[in-house]
């Protein structure tokens, strides 16, 4: 009986390692008033304001009002992309 529990934890373990969903980065660089990120990692970042972005990813970067990514989206930069405005953090899709 205990082998069996002991299985089937290992089992259940590895299972859910198979179905975890490694960070993606976006391709390309990003670069937030004036420094350049290459490739970066998807989450969020803290920014001083005015913010100034340049999108050079594939990916969306969201502006934030607050920090921590919190309260409304001031600005949403696509790919190839720049923008200006007023945040204090930003969070890359």
């Known amino acids: 009986m205990r082998r069996r529990f002991f299985a089937l934890v290992l089992l259940a373990s590895a299972g859910m390692l198979a179905l975890a969903v490694p960070a993606q ?6 670069v937030v008033n004036g420094v350049p990120h290459e490739n970066p ?14 999108n ?14 919190q309260g409304p989206v001031t600005a949403q930069v696509g790919p190839e992309q720049s923008v200006e405005t007023f945040g204090t953090s930003y969070f890359v899709l």
């Open 41 to 54: 990692q998807r989450g969020c970042y803290p920014a001083t304001s005015p913010v100034f972005v340049e």
């Open 25 to 30: 980065a976006a391709t390309g660089v990003l």
């Open 56 to 69: 050079f990813t594939n990916s969306t970067v969201l502006v934030h009002s607050a920090a921590n990514c």
